[in-house]
């Protein structure tokens, strides 16, 4: 497979896997127990290229994501990591059991396991010293006694054993129960959100959050998290026993780690930074050999591999820099905690000999303090890690929850209350959003006009995208919207869909304002195709299923024969049942607008929105295009954004739109014979018809130019 | 990606030899350091055994006696506190050696992988790059390369450990053969609980990241599509969906938690059982007089410092199957055979080249078994048939398609200095015709010609020196403008401003922040896709190419933008030899010849006006937006024509 590219795979590295203790060491065969190492920024499904662990993975997509999402999510641009509170880790907790009330239930019998477990661990020392004490006694070998201690300790071992067990089970499954439904939730959430379709490269973040950031957290929990609870457990509880046995040695131990934690606190620190350095390191190597790879025809065209090796080989040896560094401050970490350990024991033998002379230190009980120095000391070497593993995971959970305090800014009047609210207030996860009901209407039956009342539009401590729109559209009219880029035309087309709302004024839709119209029913009476009709990686007739669940493949084909595209569908290798790849790529650009059409015409709209798409098409497939949507629109109330002028041209009315304004409105005749911004937009286009490239344009399949990669839609290629 | 045979392979029992032959293959790189390393675990282990002997003797001479007889022999304390020490300070010391020189052998292994992998990436040809996706090979250099080597991480330990298991058995059997027995059956038990669960649990955790690479997917795919699942209200679909997914993955971490859940109270009751037991069968030897307490509470101790190291097997042999994976992938690549014969002949002349194909054809290299290798893009041209089905060729359907050739037979001279358009329909063959002459692919038969030899004859570099390919796609790299326009390539900022100045890319240029020094970002995102194309032409340019090669490079450049360019080029004519793949028939309008490509072959060859006049076909191709226009019921379409010969 093509493993996603872990952008920081820092800790599988550098963190050998022995590192920890005992107690806390990593799994032994986890495919990546770097992943859960990583900051924040882990690529999701990343998570960690698994690569190499599964051939069979679905390729493409991972990868590529994958490599698209560090630089979204590498810090301050993302404007949700931003959002995300410095919330404590009890209100955490909270916020979790508020969405999964399942987190808490048999809490206290988890809790009971836990405890059971803790005690287990320091059950051999308290052996240990009862027979140094008490079975080998100077007057001889008490061997009944020995055997009754050795036997009720070799019950607690068992019953630890099993207790453990149970809880490590118990909270996995909660654990992972709550983050799936935290994933889900957030998903759902993130559809709702309206700016999800307003920048891709918010969409990479978003995505993130429910990938790599609940991996992440997930990973952790696993590979240490509950670990690092019972570690704690058996830190306290043989802190505990060491005073019990003898406060003057405990303190004496005391004395020591004090000091250590001081220390190793600081050097999590210096680690965390290492570690971000790292992310950063191995987000330029990805970037530079993703350079050579995707500018392979550029390379070899200009001779220049030389060059490229030599940015490649700068960026391998300060990668593999960045790692010796962090290597180092967990090397010395760890050899100085053991360095400490021995200070420690040897200090007390010599207390201890001094205490036992006195008499008030049986040997047994020193013997004992000395093995449960050794367990208070493992969690302590293993905190550096863990606890940064922990920082980051924690991090990534509240980058979640975060995303559910963004508010659903355009709400389905059908639903009630804002389930986001819902769920802070303590309802489940899940029963999703449609369980309150809502008021809201549905829209009259009939064709649909629109109407739009002195609206305008500006983004958030934006400037104004659209000004005192006024605009009345007749049922069954064919209006055109023509405009220069970033006019505001998108934004009007948006507003008409209910995919935004306006910042003022009222659209109406059959003469129903758009916020009380229940989304079930906007929905299925007006429609959006969107320029680039994007396609799901299914069959051609899933994808136009899309336009309505449940359709027959005969529906289906039925819509590709009202637009005239019977005989293309034909030609396809599979028909109906050809797959059309990643994104649609196994087809040409022209050809997924085509499916698109199909889509749209079997979700049969009365209203239908089309944003023209600007992509150069070959011109045959032009050809089609143009008669496909002249059926598609045929007998329904249509609004396009033309980006080519013919389609105006063919329009009842065009509607012109310059800065935010409606500035001219009239049949095409009319307005290309006056002096305006129509007549300007349309000598332009017209100088440059035969060309009809304005972006970018598809490549063709006899391209030498990759055209795998081209494949992947811009800005989820390589981008490490 | 990889055919699923090696998951299997990785299954058998090969997997371990094979693994050790990779881990061979990296200690040979570092094997002073990686000798360092494992001498630092030796000294991290024995010191472990080490300091069991300590607290033993202490207990026995020292604490019992003093407990016992209420005074303490104080320089015998003393020497016992810095003996303790001393194998601490020593077991620190091993400690950080094996971390620090084990890391540092890891991080070389792989780094000097990287080097050769990304290498190779640069020395294979482009028909390679072809076959394998970004990602696919962004994995390659690094998620593979590292796994390969990781298990070369905890190795150094597990070579410590054997060696302390030595030892620690050969002190057992010193102290009392008995309790050694004890250590024979619970230190192997360990060590095989380890291994059982380091291979049952890998095929539990390449699971998840399985699930886990879905899970992603499906999120990608439905938030890159979000504007159509709003638009068409699919938003509950889609959650459900996903949930699917999420919860495949939920319970597959939940069945690796279970095997976890147990593994863990495992590894930590079975030594404690075994220190127990010691304590017990002690307890007997003692009483018969065999052994005193001090060695008792030696054998104790031992067994709770032996269980740690152990684990070190474990984790060696639960990323063997991994490592073999991902060294099987870094090895495809390092030994793909780089099919690119270079010749020793240098091209003479200064002024423009002349050109010649030679009958070349070109074919897509067979697709490899996996099915990767078939190019979608070749399955592409599906809707390229006109709409009434007139054009026969295209009638034999996709599947007949998919097998054509790309080009066949194509023979074209170009004189030196003269400008040649060559265009067709989408997937005509244009760009690998661009490519070729660039020798960015070589023709599978026929030959390119330029100055008469042929390109494969040509001493490596020589091309590129002659020839300045433009592709379709502007791909700038992550630097300042005037590194994309030289490329390394020793020119002054007068000519790289000149070569601007042809692109018409001067004013845009001169108006970035920092001018000719403003970095464009990564694949130049700071910049437009016309303003990229035109900083691509202008790194043609500056090189004064005895070749020049546009692949439709201007075709995201505004039309008036892209005639001031042509008309520069136009008047410039005579210094190179200009080979140009257009569709717009002002780009077509300025060449002396025009070649017309149809489905890899030469369908019409001659002056742009003969052959509109001559060739109904060609007619046809130029003309097709003004059909489409038509189609749409158009009735007041200006003359495109027109509209076009005007501004050129």
Request: neutral net charge; aromatic residues 4%; glycine residues 10%.
């Amino acid at each position: 497979m093509t493993g996603p590219i872990p952008s920081a795979r820092s800790g599988s590295e550098l963190i050998p896997s022995e590192s920890a203790p005992d107690s806390l060491a990593r799994p032994a065969a986890a495919p990546s127990p770097g992943a859960a190492r990583i900051p924040a920024t882990r690529p999701p499904g990343l998570a960690d290229p698994a690569s190499p662990a599964d051939p069979a993975s679905p390729a493409g997509t991972a990868d590529l994501a994958g490599t698209a999402e560090p630089s979204d999510l590498a810090g301050s641009a993302d404007p949700l990591s931003a959002a995300a509170p410095p919330a404590s880790l009890v209100a955490t907790v909270r916020r979790l059991r508020a969405l999964s009330p399942e987190l808490t239930r048999g809490l206290l019998g988890t809790v009971t396991l836990a405890l059971v477990a803790t005690v287990g661990k320091v059950v051999v020392p308290v052996a240990v010293q009862q027979i140094l004490d008490r079975g080998l006694t100077d007057d001889g070998v008490r061997l009944g006694l020995v055997g009754v201690a050795v036997g009720a300790a070799a019950v607690v071992i068992v019953v630890t054993a099993v207790a453990t067990y149970r809880m490590n089970l118990r909270l996995y499954r909660v654990s992972e129960g709550t983050l799936a439904a935290l994933r889900v939730r957030a998903f759902r959430h993130i559809h709702d959100l309206s700016m999800l379709s307003q920048s891709a490269q918010r969409r990479g973040s978003l995505t993130s959050r429910v990938t790599s950031d609940v991996d992440q957290m997930s990973q952790f929990l696993q590979f240490g998290g509950v670990m690092l609870l019972v570690s704690t457990g058996q830190m306290l509880l043989s802190g505990v026993l060491m005073f019990a046995y003898s406060w003057p040695l405990a303190l004496l131990v005391l004395a020591f780690y004090v000091p250590l934690l001081i220390v190793t606190r600081l050097a999590q620190r210096r680690l965390a930074a290492r570690y971000a350095q790292l992310r950063e390191r191995v987000g330029e190597l990805l970037g530079a050999v993703a350079e050579s790879v995707v500018g392979a025809p550029v390379v070899r065209a200009y001779g220049i591999q030389d060059r490229t090796a030599g940015r490649i080989d700068g960026s391998i040896d300060r990668y593999r820099g960045a790692q010796i560094d962090a290597q180092r401050v967990i090397a010395g970490v760890f050899s100085l905690s053991e360095l400490v350990a021995a200070l420690a024991s040897a200090s007390v033998v010599v207390a201890g000999v001094a205490l036992g002379v006195d008499g008030s230190l049986s040997t047994g009980r020193l013997i004992a303090f000395l093995f449960l120095l050794t367990l208070f000391v493992m969690p302590i070497q293993s905190m550096t890690e863990v606890l940064n593993d922990a920082a980051n995971a924690f991090a990534g959970l509240r980058r979640v929850l975060a995303v559910l305090d963004l508010p659903r800014d355009v709400r389905d009047p059908g639903l009630g209350a804002d389930s986001a609210t819902v769920a802070a207030e303590g309802a489940p996860l899940g029963g999703d959003a449609t369980s309150p009901t809502g008021s809201g209407r549905d829209l009259p039956v009939g064709p649909l006009g629109a109407r739009f009342v002195r609206v305008g539009f500006a983004y958030p401590q934006g400037p104004p995208v659209l000004r005192d729109i006024d605009l009345e559209i007749a049922p069954g009219a064919r209006v055109a919207i023509v405009g220069e880029t970033g006019s505001g035309k998108t934004t009007l087309v948006k507003l008409l869909t209910r995919l935004m709302d306006p910042s003022t004024g009222t659209v109406c839709v059959g003469g129903v304002p758009l916020p009380e119209v229940r989304f079930a029913s906007l929905r299925a009476r007006v429609l959006l195709v969107p320029q680039d009709g994007f396609l799901f990686d299914l069959t051609i007739a899933d994808n136009v299923r899309y336009g309505r669940p449940g359709a027959s493949d005969d529906a289906v084909r039925t819509a590709f024969a009202a637009l005239g595209l019977a005989d293309w569908l034909d030609r396809l290798p599979a028909g109906l049942a050809t797959r059309v790849g990643e994104s649609g790529s196994r087809l040409s650009a022209g050809e997924r607008q085509l499916v698109a059409l199909a889509r749209a015409q079997l979700a049969d709209p009365e209203l239908l929105v089309l944003d023209e798409a600007t992509s150069a098409v070959d011109p045959e497939t032009e050809v089609r295009l143009a008669a496909a949507l002249a059926e598609l629109t045929r007998g329904r109330t249509s609004v396009t954004i033309a980006h080519r002028l013919s389609t105006a041209e063919t329009a009842q009315e065009v509607v012109v739109v310059d800065d935010g304004r409606i500035v001219q409105r009239g049949p095409h005749r009319d307005l290309v014979a006056v002096p305006g911004v129509y007549q300007r937009l349309h000598r332009s286009w017209a100088a440059g018809v035969g060309t009809a490239a304005d972006e970018t344009r598809p490549e063709g399949p006899g391209a030498p130019t990759d055209v795998r990669r081209a494949a992947a839609p811009p800005e989820s290629r390589m981008k490490p | 990606m990889m055919p699923s045979a090696t998951r299997t392979d990785a299954r058998e029992s090969g997997v371990i030899g094979l693994g050790f032959a990779t881990l061979w293959r990296g200690i040979r790189e570092q094997p002073r350091l990686f000798a360092l390393a494992a001498s630092g675990a030796c000294l991290y282990t024995l010191t472990g055994v080490a300091s069991s002997i300590v607290l033993g003797e202490a207990t026995e001479r020292i604490v019992l006696p003093a407990v016992r007889d209420g005074h303490a022999d104080w320089p015998a304390v003393a020497v016992a506190a810095a003996v303790i020490v001393g194998v601490g300070a020593l077991r620190a010391l091993g400690m950080f050696v094996r971390r620090l020189a084990g890391g540092t052998v890891v991080f070389r292994v792989q780094g000097h992988y990287r080097h050769r992998v990304t290498r190779q990436y640069l020395r294979l040809p482009l028909s390679w790059h072809q076959r394998h996706s970004t990602g696919t090979l962004l994995s390659n250099a690094n998620a593979d390369v590292e796994a390969a080597w990781n298990p070369l991480m905890p190795l150094p330990f597990a070579v410590g450990a054997l060696i302390m298991l030595v030892t620690a058995l050969a002190l057992l059997f010193a102290t009392d053969p008995v309790l050694a027995l004890i250590g024979l059956v619970v230190f192997p038990t360990f060590g095989w609980v380890n291994l059982w669960y380091g291979r049952r649990v890998w095929p539990l955790y390449a699971g998840v990241q399985r699930l886990r690479g879905e899970v992603s997917a499906v999120a990608h795919e439905s938030f890159d599509g979000a504007l159509v699942v709003k638009a068409l209200g699919r938003e509950e679909e889609e959650t459900d969906r996903f949930r699917v997914h999420a919860e495949e993955l939920r319970d597959a971490m939940i069945r690796a938690g279970r095997l976890r859940g147990l593994f863990d109270p495992l590894m930590e009751s079975l030594p404690n059982l075994g220190i127990l037991l010691v304590l017990i069968v002690g307890a007997v030897r003692i009483r018969s007089g065999a052994i005193d307490v001090g060695q008792l509470v030696r054998v104790a101790y031992l067994f709770t410092l032996l269980a740690f190291p152990l684990r070190a097997f474990g984790w060696v042999f639960g990323d063997l199957p991994r490592a073999v994976v991902g060294y099987q992938r870094v090895e495809a690549v390092l030994t793909a055979p780089s099919e690119e014969p270079q010749g020793t002949r240098n091209l003479t002349g200064p002024g423009p080249a002349a050109l010649r194909l030679a009958a070349v054809s070109y074919a897509y290299p067979d697709a490899s078994p996996d099915g990767t290798a078939a190019l979608p893009g070749t399955a592409a041209p599906a809707g390229t048939a006109s709409p009434d089905g007139a054009s026969q060729d295209d009638a034999a359907g996709p599947s007949a398609r998919s097998e054509r050739p790309v080009l066949s037979e194509v023979s074209v001279e170009v004189a030196p200095g003269s400008i040649v358009a060559i265009t067709g329909r989408t997937g005509a063959g244009k760009s690998t015709l661009a490519g070729m002459l660039a020798r960015l692919v070589d023709p599978t038969d026929g030959a390119v010609l330029l100055d008469g030899v042929d390109l494969r004859d040509l001493a490596p570099g020589e091309v590129s020196r002659a020839v300045a390919l433009v592709p379709q796609q502007a791909f700038l790299f992550d630097d300042t403008v005037r590194a994309n326009i030289t490329l390394g390539l020793d020119v002054s900022t007068e000519a790289v401003w000149a070569a601007l100045r042809s692109a018409q890319a001067d004013r845009f240029v001169a108006a970035l922040p920092a001018g000719l020094d403003t970095h464009v970002g990564e694949r130049g995102t700071s910049l437009s896709g016309g303003q990229r194309q035109r900083v691509c032409l202008a790194r043609a340019l500056v090189r004064a190419p005895r070749l020049l090669v546009l692949d439709d490079a201007t075709a995201s450049v505004d039309p008036r933008v892209e005639g001031a360019i042509l008309a520069g080029l136009r008047e410039n004519a005579g210094a190179s030899t200009v080979v140009v793949v257009a569709q717009r028939r002002s780009t077509i309008a300025l060449a002396d010849e025009v070649v017309h490509l149809d489905a890899g072959r030469v369908i019409g060859c001659g002056r742009h006006v003969d052959l509109l006049a001559s060739s109904p076909r060609y007619a046809a191709l130029l003309t097709a937006y003004e059909q489409a226009a038509r189609a749409a019921g158009t009735d007041a379409m200006p003359d495109p024509d027109l509209a076009t010969e005007a501004v050129s």
